[in-house]
Structure formats: structure tokens, C-alpha cells
């Protein structure tokens, strides 16, 4: 228990991140076994019944409560033993000195006292050693080859010379390469001993090649060369911790860059996929999750001063997984804004930021802007966090185009599976979302930052009006293999069709499910800021509530349509969407005098909980709580 206790002291992490994500976390299974064994705990009644509990909405705890009145439910609330979480540490030892689980302990809490040289960096040293001989490939490569983010940077006299980033930096990444190992060996020690079955490399593979299918289509910030390549320098049976000792601090933090980049995309692919796709996902997530925060902190502040195309991935994927293992969304958005601020210190809306980078630097790099560019939009639109890059760069001022010359291939598209235009097409499809949230964005914050009088509102609305015309002409231009029609599975459909039209799939859900949920946005935003006139309408109170409760209609019906698999793949963004659309709902219902209006809306928001249900957000287990 000391070490336990030691390491949050330490501070590497939030102190409700080391104990929500350690083995003994409320959300892992062993916290589980360690509950079995206490004994003599009094009993209490949940606080919502069971109906609402399932549903995760609020239970005004009345008997029967008014949601189990109006859904004609039976309402019950089960006695459950008192299970007070936080009281577990003191019951740990126990636990630990298990000959079963002491191994698993030691590899994932002992935080053994590091040297003097390491003592700034409060991160654990290592008590295990995992032998083997084979040597790590060197990182270069061709178009499609492995390659080392920021590569073009480390032969530069600049990035070598002492001056180029502070001696703290350098200090701390160079006398730190003892930790390298320590969490390259601990995370290695922990899935074995959850997977003793599973090679740690199938594990890492599978987890890239999901990520490709799934997760790429809408975030295509990585190089699959690239993390294949560390997942075998890293991962495999031979792997030896021996080699990777740096000749310099260059190659030094080339190495933790690797590591990081890998364990944050195993990390953001294990915490979202569904059990139907990753059996294992909820078992790897948080040692891949902590150990790529861990050694993202070891190299933080030279990774700041010395920014490339990881440093941004890196952030984003966390983002994405810490959303989806904590729940907790501050540390989310926190891991989103240094990613933000990064993208926004290397000038990034202006091409000419590009002119000096390796070709698969500048594709990394122009696309995660990008992404970060719309996830920034998102946040101005669901009004989630503050907006950096929206407000720093407006639509108008970025001049970075979408694609670079010459054309680089972050897939390989000598495979099969991909073909020649099929990440051409991809990433059309993700210049579309971009596109939605972009223009969305824009009509918000106008609406939201006008200070001027009712007299000037009238050219602003015909100037908003046309951007909502054009937001609205985005989803008529849908490229033919995103259309419906072409995504229906046949029977006839070769591995290759099958695989390119879930990756279709995901683009068109996601396009889908943000179009019907940024229209009702807008609409809100514009009864809020008296700009109704921007979606064609006027101030008659009846024909505005009858036009959001068609928009409501749309969404309800896009969402039940989309099968749930891809519900689940997108987590807690689809979450996201569906608990503001039942915010706006819930509004309706309580302010509309028509029964009949009153009723209708009743039955969509029935419809949106029995979805909510049953996707296992850990964020709206957080509100809940």
C-alpha cells in the first residue's frame, strides 16, 4: 500500500486517475474480487430505480417516480450491499499478498523509489528484465514504409544544436530512458499476466487493424506502416528491452515517441470497440491508456518545445480514450487543448508551415489539423468546451489545402483490401464532416457574439441564412458510395467490398447522425438569439415548435436506422449527440401547451433512452453519479 499511496503523491497523474485506473479501479475486474471479500457491510436502496439506473436518466426517486409513470413501467428499486469504493485501499494488502494476483500487482502499482537522477520525473523504475536478441529494425522507409514521425527534423543542425530546447528538457528525457523500459516492461507484464494465451504482437495487430477499419475513415491521423513497424519493434516474442538503449537523447525520445504513438492507438481502439469485435478490449485499454500518459510525461516538455505530427496524434487519441476509460471528461478536454495549442504554435492553417516537411510528415501533419480543426468546431457547436482554433483561425483565414502534392498514402494501397481510390474516397468523406461541423460552427458563433441592434440583425440573418443553406446543400452532395444504396450488404460481395463498405459505413453514420443534430442546434441557437429567420421562419411560436419536433423526428429515425454496432464504434461522440438532442427534447416537453405535440415528442424521447441504454457510456455514468 505504499507504493500505491506514494505514487499518488508523486503527482505523475490526477490522484482519481491512478485509482480509476489501476487494478483496482471501479470499473476493472479484480475491484470486483476485492469486494467479494469484505464482509459485515449494512444494505441501501439505490437512490433511482431500477428502470431509470438502465436507462441512465435522472430518477426523481418517488414510488412509483414520474419516468416509470409515463413509460407505464413497474417501478422497483433493488437493495444492493453497501460497496463504499473508496474505503477499498485499506483492504488492498490482502488482496496483494495473493499468490494469484502478486504479480499482476507488482507490475501495475509498485512504484519503487527511483534514483536521484529520476526523482523529478516520478515515474516508477523497473524490477523486471524480459530477455530476448533481436534487434530493432531501423525506423525509414519509402511512400508506404515505416517511418519516424519527425524524422526530417532530427538531421537538422537546429534540432541537434543545445539551444534548441531547454537544458531542463533535455535533462529530463535524456536521464529518463531507465523509465522507457520500466513501462515498456510493466505494460508488457500486466496484459500477460490478464492474456497469458494471446502473443502480445496479435494483440497490437489486431487493435491497428480495427483502428484502420473503423476508426480511420473518421480520424485518418496515422501512418498503418508506420505503427506496424513499432508494434513489431516493440511487441514481438523477441523483442529485447537491450535495444532500445539511445545513442543520444535524439534517438532517446524517438524511441518514447514510438512507444507513445502505438500504445495510444491500441489504447483508443480498445476503450470504444464493442466485445463483438475486440472480445478483450476492456482487459488492454487502461494499461495501454496508462502507459502511454506515463510515457508521454517523461518527454512532455521536449515534446512541447519540439513538436511534430505525434505530438498531435498522440493527444488526440488520448482524448478519445481517456473519454472512453474514465468518463471523466476534464482530463479529456485538457488532453484536447494541449493538442490544440501545439497545432496552433506551429502555424498550421497556413500551408507554407508544410513547405519544409518530409512528405509523410506534411500529410500526418495537414490532416490532424484538420481533424483537431473539427473537433474544435464540435466543442463550439455542442458547447462542450471552449473553442482555440475556431476562434484563433477562422474558416476564411486557413489557406491549408486538403491534400498535398505529391499525393502521400497513409494506407497502403497495394493491398488488396484498400485498392486504388479507396482512401481517396475516405478522405472526401472526412473533408465532408469537417465541412458540416465547420459551417455549423460558424452560424453559432456569429449568432452568439452579436452585439449590435435589432436594426442590424436583418443583413447578418440574410448572410447566415445562405452559410445554413449551404451547410444543408452538404449532404446533397454525397458521393455515390456513400449513398444508401450502395452500402446494402449482398450476398455476392467479395472480402474487399465487404471491408471497404464498413469502412463507408462509419463515414455515413457519422454524417448522418451530425447533419440532423447540428440542424437542431442551429434552430436552438437561433430561438435563443432571436435569429429565427437564418432557418426560414418567423417569431409565430407554434410553427417553430413544430419544425423542431420534425427535425427531432429525423434524427430519431436516422438513429434507429444506423445499426447499433456502429453506434457503439463511434462511443461517446454518438453518446454526446444523442443526450443533447434529448436535452432539447426534454425542453419541448416541458414547455409546449399542445397534448398532442406534448405526446408525440413523449414517444421520441422514449426512443432516444431505449438507445442510450443500452450504449455503456462511462460519461453519463459519471453525471449520473
Same mark, same amino acid.
Given at each position: ?8 503523491? +508523486?503527482?505523475? #497523474?490526477?490522484? #482519481? ?33 431500477? !428502470? ?30 453497501? !460497496? ?42 523497473? &524490477? ?22 519527425? &524524422? +526530417? ?9 543545445? *539551444? ?15 523509465? @522507457? ?22 494483440? %497490437? ?5 480495427? @483502428? ?11 501512418? /498503418? ?17 537491450? !535495444? ?15 512507444? *507513445? ?7 483508443? *481502439?480498445?476503450? %470504444? ?95 490532424? @489539423? ?11 457547436? =455542442?458547447?462542450? $468546451?471552449?473553442?482555440?482554433? !475556431?476562434?484563433? @483561425? ?30 481517396? $474516397? ?43 443553406? +449551404? ?5 446533397? +452532395? ?17 472480402? %474487399? ?13 457519422? =454524417? ?11 434552430? &436552438? ?5 432571436? #435569429? ?19 427535425? %427531432?423526428?429525423?434524427?430519431? /429515425? ?17 453518446? &454526446? ?21 406534448? =405526446?408525440?415528442? /413523449? ?18 455514468? /459519471?453525471?449520473?453519479?
Amino acid at each position: 500500500m505504499d507504493c500505491v499511496r506514494r505514487g499518488s503523491q +508523486d503527482n505523475l #497523474f490526477p490522484q #482519481f486517475f491512478l485509482w480509476q485506473c489501476g487494478p483496482f479501479s471501479t470499473f476493472h475486474p479484480m475491484m470486483e474480487a476485492a469486494a467479494i471479500t469484505t464482509s459485515g457491510r449494512s444494505t441501501l436502496l439505490y437512490r433511482s430505480c431500477d !428502470n431509470c439506473r438502465k436507462r441512465k436518466t435522472k430518477c426523481g426517486s418517488e414510488d412509483p417516480c414520474a419516468n416509470c409513470r409515463t413509460s407505464n413501467l413497474v417501478c422497483q428499486y433493488t437493495v444492493r450491499r453497501r !460497496n463504499r469504493v473508496r474505503q477499498a485501499p485499506r483492504k488492498i494488502a490482502q488482496v496483494i499478498n495473493s499468490p494469484s494476483l502478486s504479480a499482476y500487482v507488482d507490475v501495475t502499482t509498485s512504484l519503487p523509489e527511483s534514483s536521484p537522477q529520476h526523482e523529478s520525473l516520478h515515474v516508477p523504475t523497473c &524490477q523486471y528484465q524480459i530477455h530476448g536478441s533481436r534487434a530493432m529494425s531501423k525506423v525509414v522507409g519509402d511512400d508506404h514504409g515505416p517511418w519516424s514521425p519527425g &524524422q +526530417d527534423d532530427w538531421d537538422s543542425p537546429q534540432s541537434l544544436s543545445p *539551444t534548441a530546447f531547454s537544458s531542463v528538457s533535455v535533462a529530463a528525457a535524456g536521464n529518463s530512458f531507465g523509465t @522507457f523500459e520500466a513501462v515498456w516492461s510493466n505494460l508488457l507484464l500486466s496484459i500477460q499476466a490478464a492474456l497469458p494465451a494471446l502473443p502480445m504482437l496479435d494483440i %497490437v495487430n489486431n487493435c491497428i487493424t480495427l @483502428f484502420m477499419q473503423y476508426t480511420f475513415p473518421t480520424s485518418p491521423i496515422i501512418h /498503418e506502416a508506420t505503427v506496424r513497424a513499432h508494434a513489431l519493434a516493440y511487441f514481438s516474442e523477441t523483442a529485447s528491452n537491450g !535495444n532500445f538503449k539511445p545513442n543520444n537523447i535524439h534517438q532517446s525520445v524517438k524511441h518514447m515517441r514510438a512507444f *507513445t504513438l502505438i500504445t495510444a492507438v491500441c489504447a483508443s *481502439t480498445a476503450s %470504444v470497440m464493442p466485445e463483438s469485435l475486440l472480445p478483450y478490449g476492456s482487459i488492454v485499454a487502461v494499461p495501454f491508456f496508462r502507459s502511454s500518459r506515463q510515457m508521454l510525461h517523461i518527454y512532455e516538455e521536449y515534446d512541447i518545445e519540439q513538436p511534430d505530427s505525434s505530438s498531435l496524434s498522440v493527444r488526440d487519441l488520448q482524448y478519445s480514450a481517456a473519454q472512453h476509460i474514465t468518463g471523466r471528461s476534464r482530463l479529456a478536454y485538457h488532453i484536447m487543448g494541449q493538442a490544440s495549442l501545439i497545432a496552433e504554435s506551429l502555424h498550421l492553417h497556413q500551408e507554407s508551415s508544410l513547405s519544409k516537411k518530409v512528405p509523410i510528415e506534411s500529410q500526418l501533419l495537414r490532416l490532424t @489539423f484538420w481533424h483537431l480543426y473539427l473537433s474544435d468546431a464540435a466543442s463550439v457547436c =455542442l458547447k462542450t $468546451r471552449a473553442g482555440i482554433l !475556431n476562434q484563433s @483561425f477562422p474558416r476564411g483565414s486557413i489557406d491549408i489545402h486538403h491534400s498535398g502534392e505529391p499525393v502521400i498514402h497513409l494506407l497502403d494501397p497495394s493491398k488488396p483490401r484498400y485498392g486504388r481510390f479507396f482512401e481517396e $474516397r475516405l478522405l472526401l468523406g472526412f473533408h465532408l464532416m469537417e465541412r458540416l461541423w465547420s459551417s455549423a460552427a460558424r452560424i453559432v458563433l456569429q449568432m452568439k457574439n452579436y452585439e449590435g441592434t435589432q436594426d442590424g440583425k436583418k443583413p447578418l440573418v440574410e448572410r447566415l441564412a445562405v452559410v445554413f443553406y +449551404d451547410f444543408v446543400g452538404i449532404m446533397d +452532395d454525397l458521393p455515390l458510395w456513400l449513398k444508401i444504396s450502395n452500402l446494402v450488404a449482398l450476398p455476392e460481395d467479395t472480402a %474487399v467490398e465487404v471491408f471497404q463498405k464498413k469502412s463507408f459505413w462509419v463515414q455515413r453514420c457519422t =454524417l448522418t447522425m451530425t447533419f440532423h443534430c447540428l440542424r437542431l442546434v442551429i434552430l &436552438q441557437q437561433c430561438i435563443e438569439s432571436g #435569429f429565427v429567420g437564418v432557418v426560414g421562419l418567423d417569431d409565430e411560436p407554434l410553427r417553430v415548435v413544430m419544425r423542431k419536433a420534425g427535425w %427531432v423526428k429525423d434524427f430519431v /429515425e436516422t438513429m434507429e436506422d444506423i445499426p447499433f454496432v456502429y453506434h457503439q464504434i463511434k462511443g461517446e461522440p454518438s453518446v &454526446q449527440r444523442i443526450r443533447l438532442v434529448g436535452t432539447i427534447l426534454l425542453e419541448m416537453v416541458q414547455n409546449v401547451e399542445s397534448d398532442a405535440i406534448k =405526446l408525440r415528442l /413523449e414517444s421520441y424521447f422514449k426512443r432516444l433512452l431505449d438507445i442510450l441504454s443500452k450504449l455503456n457510456s462511462k460519461a453519463s455514468e /459519471e453525471l449520473i453519479a
